[in-house]
C-alpha cells in the first residue's frame, strides 16, 4: 500500500489492524520489475522496482508487538517433519548447522538425491538425521502438495486473505510426528478432528482412513492410561528401576535436582 524509500522498505495490507512491513531485501525477485540500473547507479531505487496496490504473497516473520507492525517477507519457508522447504528460494538451503561429521555429510549424499524442483531450495531439519532416502522423500512430497494448495488459493482467493497458517497446535502436532511408525490418530473433539481431517486430505490424504474420532463416555486420556502417566511426570520424585529416586525441586531461582541413591547402595557400587 506504501512504498518508503528512506526505509528502503514497503507497508503491506495482509488482514491485520496495523500494517505489515516488509524490508526490499526480503522482497523475492519474482515480485520486482526488471530494471536495469542508470548510470551512475548502484542499484534501482525501490519506488522504480515495486509498484502500490501490487499483489504479493507474504508470510509473517514476526508477529505485531507492541507497536511494532509484523515483520513480513516473500521468500516462503515451509516446515515439515525432517525438511524445511524454500519453494521460491533456490540460493538457500542445506544441512541445520547442529548436524555435524559423518551424519552431515551422509545427509549431503541423500540431499542430492531428493527430487526437488530445480526453482527450490531445501534445509534438512535435525530431526532429518538416520532418515533414509525414501523418508525424506515422502516428507518433501508433502511439502511440494502444501505448496500447490497455498499458490492455488492465491490465484483463486480476493487479497488479503490468510492462504495457509502453522500456529495450531494440532496441525504442528501431525507435521512433526505423522512419520511411518504411527498407525492411527485418535481424536476427540469434533473441531479439531474437522481441521486434522482437512490437513491431512492436503498432506497425505492416504492416511484418512486411520484418522478416528473417539466417541466413548469414558474419557480419552483415561481409557488409555495417560492421564497416570502425566500425573507420574509431575511427581517430586520419580523412582528409578535399579531402587534409586530423583527429588525434584522447582525453587524461584533455580530447579534442583537430587540423585537419590536410597536402598541402591546397600553392597553394591553408588555409580551402578
Known sequence: TRIEPSLDAVFVEYGSKRQGFLPVKEISPEYMANIKTEDGEE??????LIREGQEILVQVDK???GTKGAALTTFITLAGCYLVLMPNNPNSGGISRRIEGEERDQLKTTLDAL??????GLIIRTAGVGK??????????MLLNQWKAIQSAWQTQL???LLN???DVII??????????????IIDDHVAFTK?????????PEFLKNLKLYNNRVPLFINFGIESQIETAYNREVKLPSGGALVIDRTEALISIDVNSAKATSGSDIET
Open 43 to 48: 542499484k534501482p531505487p525501490i519506488t522504480r
Open 63 to 65: 508477529e505485531e508487538r
Open 115 to 120: 527430487n526437488l524442483p530445480e526453482d527450490m
Open 132 to 141: 533414509n532416502q525414501e523418508e525424506l522423500q515422502s516428507d518433501l512430497d
Open 159 to 161: 487479497a488479503p486473505c
Open 165 to 167: 497458517q502453522e500456529g
Open 172 to 185: 504442528r502436532s501431525i507435521r512433526d510426528n505423522l512419520r511411518k511408525s504411527v498407525n492411527e490418530i
Open 196 to 204: 486434522a481431517r482437512e490437513y491431512i486430505q492436503q498432506i497425505k
